[in-house]
């Protein structure tokens, strides 16, 4: 028998209500949801189009994921506590995902940048002489190209493994509010509130993230870095890791 569930809690107004708050604070609480597009849009040279865009389509995984997985265990008859068990263990794991390919991407970064590219450039210079004598001599000119300073169109305007990076990721990590919400008026056997409930808690949280991102991404770039612009692609990594360190250790 299902519990005993108030039917003032189950009400729909009530139910909408309920995912759109809790969907509102988990996204903009949960800064992984938007730090790593920011930074990473900025380091990357991504357009804001082209930032949203790979935003959207990570939410989307993120949402779409619990919804199979709350989906699965309506059908199945699965406890509450037994999904909530493996959202919390996803959620551990993508956490660790973000420190990893966030640390990894720092310190690649890193080492570029101590490498650089240096070309030799020979020049050949004449001379020519009041009495027609004329003479040249040859030199090399040295320059050091940073990538993250002079970013060729096609790394700026591309990096697909590092946006599906960041979609594979984000299809891994869960949204662990969602399941209690799912459950609730599973309960009482209402597909349609169920439904009703999954749509609203997605999209609010899809708008949400697009918005912060947006906010985060226009404040990002009018900063200017200076010397330390051929940097960026460390400083994204750093604050990738971090995001998931965050998770880990504040649980948010």
Not at 95 to 107: D, E, K, P, T
């Amino acid at each position: 028998m299902p519990p005993a569930i108030s039917p003032e809690l189950l009400a729909p107004s009530a139910l909408v209500s309920t995912a759109a708050s809790i969907a509102l604070l988990h996204t903009l609480i949960g800064i992984d949801h938007s730090l790593p597009f920011v930074v990473l849009g900025r380091s990357r040279g991504w357009s804001l189009r082209r930032t949203l865009a790979i935003t959207a389509l990570c939410g989307l995984a993120h949402v779409l994921s619990s919804i199979a997985l709350g989906a699965v265990g309506i059908g199945l008859g699965v406890a509450i506590g037994k999904l909530e068990w493996i959202e919390s263990t996803r959620g551990g794991w993508a956490a660790w995902l973000l420190i990893g390919f966030g640390g990894a991407y720092a310190v690649h970064s890193l080492l570029r940048n101590a490498r650089g590219r240096v070309h030799s450039h020979r020049h050949s210079h004449g001379h020519k002489h009041g009495h027609g004598y004329e003479h040249g001599y040859e030199h090399e000119h040295e320059h050091d190209h940073q990538h993250a300073e002079h970013r060729h169109p096609h790394e700026a305007q591309h990096g697909a493994p590092t946006a599906w990076a960041l979609f594979l990721i984000f299809a891994f990590g869960p949204c662990e509010p969602l399941i209690p919400l799912l459950m609730a008026p599973a309960a009482l056997h209402h597909a349609g509130w169920v439904a009703a409930v999954a749509g609203v808690f997605g999209v609010v949280t899809l708008l949400t993230m697009l918005l912060t991102v947006s906010a985060g991404y226009l404040g990002l770039s009018k900063l200017r870095l200076g010397a330390l612009e051929r940097h960026a692609d460390t400083f994204a990594g750093v604050a990738i890791a971090s995001s998931g360190l965050a998770i880990q250790v504040l649980g948010i």
